[in-house]
Nanobody, 119 residues
Framework: QVQLVESGGGLVPPGGSLRLSCKAFGLAIADYAINWYHQAPGKDRNMVAEIYDTGDTNYDDSVRGRFAISRDIITNTVYLQMNSLKAEDTGVYFC?????????????WGQGTRVTVSS
């Protein structure tokens, strides 16, 4: 059974930093792409960062240069380092992995961790 467990959220002032963690169980992160999604209040989830099985990374334009995704294969954990945080970064951050495509796609989601950027 696959389980993704996020942690590290909290309240931070604008310009501050946080590091989110996503620990995977039942899935080897070295074999799958892992994504971080951001869901702002009242809005849909939006992917902000991904790390492929190769270790290559990709970012949404809204976070490029401020956020960094990384992984520790030994602890099976993916991190999201968030710097220069803005009010619009507020929301719930979800860890995701998936396999398959189209109607055959299967997604795994964590429970989310809440980030609030406010003075």
């Amino acid at each position: 059974q696959v389980q993704l467990v996020e942690s590290g959220g909290g309240l931070v002032p604008p310009g501050g930093s946080l590091r989110l963690s996503c620990k995977a169980f039942g899935l080897a992160i070295a074999d799958y792409a892992i994504n971080w999604y951001h869901q702002a209040p009242g809005k849909d989830r939006n992917m902000v960062a991904e790390i492929y099985d190769t270790g290559d990374t990709n970012y949404d334009d809204s976070v490029r240069g401020r956020f960094a995704i990384s992984r520790d294969i030994i602890t099976n954990t993916v991190y999201l380092q968030m710097n220069s945080l803005k009010a619009e970064d507020t929301g719930v951050y979800f860890c995701n992995s998936h396999y398959g495509k189209g109607v055959g796609r299967v997604d795994y989601w964590g429970q989310g961790t809440r980030v609030t950027v406010s003075s």
